[in-house]
């Protein structure tokens, strides 16, 4: 039989080699962030990163938003993780670029947040010589990152971002510094696609706890008399809110969140004792020194939260501790049964052991130990002075807001300082996500690139930044950003015309001296406000906090800075002084 001309031919074809493309680092970059389904990239040119971004000006899948300060750039990519849960993504130029952006990488990494930082280096035949906006990216983030990396050829461009989102994402989430040498970005390499699967084999996290240990921590909890639940940020990174709410309701315990961890149970529920550690509630507190167990999920018992160790460890109590990061358990205090797993796995065998019929609290012990703790409830310690009416009282503010936003699909960020508390204290998370605050490092100046970054996530969202007038100044340019990318924020400023927190610590701990923390010469932030084309309001008195925010929530497409003149003399209660145990609070001005 014979073979016709089109049948050679096409048999000539088969064995061609297949040409495959050729493209320069940086388009190699960016075809990894698409593949990764990045939507937005928060960034600032400069010299080292320009083959990068003429990249990223020849596709259209991404966003790119070019923010006024490197810093900023982190923040917001940072404030989109924390909302959304996906990986946020950074790019900055090298030298000043970099050391800008440390503080967002320092942040992100203090509350696990997975972030990859994409950050421009001096040519490879240059880097060491001391070139222009030279510096050791590598060297200068490796305290502060999950992992960093060097890209030194074109061709491992594809691999190292794969591996830098995984890590990102994966076991205890954290930043990833992926640092690239300009001729890399620029050199044309064979691309042979994005890889699908990456395999690491000095990292592998684990996610299942182990059953063995599960069943041991929940015939502990079944059998306790005072039992409690203590969570942190880990359910919310985890995504496993849901599932700890199956657990309290199932159980009956009491529960109570870290700063980080609000919104994983329901604020408004009986069950939630409110926050703990300095400055959390009575009941809170109390529980958590005379539980005789102790459920720790995704917590860390850092200082803020159980005050002085040894205070801490005299009252005997049997600890369960889950957390996906190994080194975290027994890291301050000393667990009974440590669990080693995804949280939101390992809360999901325990909700299947209960169902298939593990045992029963004890109803009896129980009831006994809601009564003591509805005893300290009784005392009511977040009720403060509404003042005589001349004045704005800053927990009103936060009050007032919630009662006017709760049950509607809103965020709120924080700066840090004594606003971030009174946000912590008085507006009731009921949903996981939605509280936006920097808790390990307490980084000034988050609050309104962490609101820019979730506003382009969550357009039809309300987001309101709770700042003061020191940590607003921080980052006050970008301002500017909302404008151009139109990111309709709005800004809510309890100005008290000092630096709140540090000047409440020297009238505790510094017999009233005042050193540095009055604010002199601040800026008109109305006129300010409405120099950066954004809508400015000043309320002095109390009758107009509430006609203030309706006026702001009203204008849905401007961004709005209210500026709240707030008492001057007020502080944060309860609070744990420094080196004191959970229960040696004081409880208001007449402790000191």
Request: aromatic residues 8%; neutral net charge.
């Amino acid at each position: 039989m014979e073979i016709s001309k089109a049948e050679i031919a096409s048999a000539a074809s088969a064995h061609k080699p297949v040409a495959v493309p050729e493209l320069r680092g940086a388009e190699v970059l960016v075809k990894a962030l698409q593949a990764e389904n990045v939507q937005f990239v928060w960034g600032y040119p400069g010299g080292a990163v320009l083959h990068i971004y003429d990249a990223f000006y020849k596709q259209e899948t991404i966003q790119h938003v070019l923010v006024r300060h490197e810093q900023a750039a982190v923040h917001a990519a940072d404030g989109y993780a924390r909302a959304t849960g996906e990986v946020g993504v950074a790019l900055v130029t090298s030298g000043p670029g970099l050391t800008n952006a440390v503080t967002g990488i320092a942040t992100a990494y203090m509350d696990s947040i997975p972030m990859v930082i994409i950050s421009g280096q001096v040519p490879t035949h240059a880097i060491g010589l001391d070139a222009f906006q030279e510096c050791d990216t590598v060297g200068i983030t490796r305290p502060i990152v999950k992992h960093n990396f060097l890209v030194k050829d074109a061709k491992d461009m594809a691999e190292v971002m794969k591996k830098a989102f995984h890590i990102a994402r994966s076991g205890r989430p954290g930043p990833v510094v992926v640092d690239v040498p300009k001729d890399v970005s620029f050199k044309k390499v064979a691309y042979h696609g994005y890889p699908e699967t990456v395999e690491m084999r000095s990292y592998n996290p684990v996610r299942k706890g182990h059953g063995g240990q599960i069943r041991k921590a929940l015939q502990l909890l079944l059998n306790a008399k005072r039992p409690y639940i203590y969570t942190g940020g880990g359910v919310l990174l985890s995504n496993a809110s849901a599932e700890l709410r199956t657990l309290v309701d199932m159980l009956g315990y009491p529960c109570t969140n870290t700063l980080m961890g609000l919104g994983a149970y329901p604020a408004s529920d009986r069950k939630f004792l409110g926050m703990l550690g300095m400055h959390g509630t009575v009941e809170a507190n109390n529980a958590m020194q005379h539980c005789d167990v102790l459920l720790a999920v995704g917590a860390r018992f850092d200082d803020r939260v159980i005050g002085n160790p040894k205070h801490f460890a005299q009252n005997e109590r049997k600890i369960i501790h889950i957390d996906i990061d190994p080194s975290s358990i027994s890291k301050r205090v000393k667990v009974d049964i440590p669990i080693v797993g995804d949280v939101k796995d390992v809360l999901n065998e325990m909700i299947g052991m209960i169902r298939e019929g593990a045992g029963k609290p004890d109803g009896a012990a129980l009831g006994a130990w809601w009564d003591t703790i509805e005893s300290w409830r009784a005392r009511d310690c977040m009720k403060y002075s509404p003042g005589n009416g001349d004045v704005i009282k800053p927990q009103a503010v936060v009050e007032t807001l919630w009662n006017m936003t709760k049950g509607t699909d809103t965020y709120i960020t924080s700066d840090v300082g004594q606003h971030q508390m009174w946000a912590a204290q008085y507006y009731k998370f009921d949903e996981p996500r939605r509280w936006i605050n920097s808790g390990g490092l307490g980084t000034m100046g988050v609050g309104i690139p962490y609101a820019m970054g979730i506003k382009l996530a969550k357009p039809q969202s309300e987001v309101f930044c709770i700042t003061g007038e020191g940590s607003v100044q921080m980052n006050i340019q970008e301002l500017s950003t909302c404008l151009q990318y139109n990111t309709p924020i709005k800004i809510c400023s309890l100005n008290n015309r000092y630096l709140g927190m540090v000047r409440q610590w020297q009238e505790v701990e510094y017999e009233g001296r005042y050193s540095h923390s009055y604010m002199d010469a601040l800026p008109n932030f109305v006129k300010l406000a409405e120099a950066y084309g954004h809508v400015g309001l000043l309320i002095e008195r109390p009758e107009d906090v509430e006609p203030a925010l309706r006026e702001a929530r009203r204008l849905k497409d401007r961004t709005v800075f209210m500026d709240f003149r707030t008492d001057p003399t007020e502080n944060v209660f309860p609070m744990v002084q420094a080196g004191k145990g959970i229960t040696e609070m004081l409880l208001g001005s007449e402790d000191l």
